[in-house]
């Protein structure tokens, strides 16, 4: 069956540096777009980062540009969040997320595969 498994989440102070994994079976990985998600306490689940099949386009998150990097390695089925200079309202948990079809997209409902999510806490 669909597995999407996240790792890498933590405690860390603002200003730090992060790496989530998302290691994905079950499906033909390299052949969808996938995504990073997350949801603050209280708040919608928000769209951070998306990453077409191929690696070759990604799109972000106004929050996040030039902060944050999406990647993906096909061989080993795993799509990459690196984080960097994290802020305080970057605290939530984040999910990734395969999406129906090979370009990136925007649109949540696109995506139909979930992770269980892993928590980031930015705190001093």
């Known amino acids: 069956q669909v597995q999407l498994v996240e790792s890498g989440g933590g405690l860390l102070h603002p200003g730090g540096s992060l790496r989530l994994s998302c290691v994905a079976s079950?499906?033909?990985?390299?052949?969808?777009?996938m995504s990073w998600h997350r949801q603050a306490p209280g708040k919608e689940r928000e769209l951070v980062a998306t990453i077409s099949s191929t690696g070759g386009t990604t799109v972000y998150a106004e929050p996040v540009k030039g902060r944050f990097t999406i990647s993906r390695d096909n061989a080993k089925n795993t799509v990459y969040l690196q984080m960097n200079s994290l802020k305080p309202e970057d605290t939530a948990v984040y999910y990734c997320?395969?999406?129906?079809?090979?370009?990136?997209?925007?649109?949540?409902?696109?995506?139909?595969?979930w992770g269980p999510g892993t928590q980031v806490t930015v705190s001093s």
């Open positions: 079950g499906f033909t990985f390299s052949r969808v777009a």
């Open positions: 997320a395969a999406s129906t079809g090979m370009a990136v997209t925007t649109t949540t409902a696109r995506y139909v595969y």
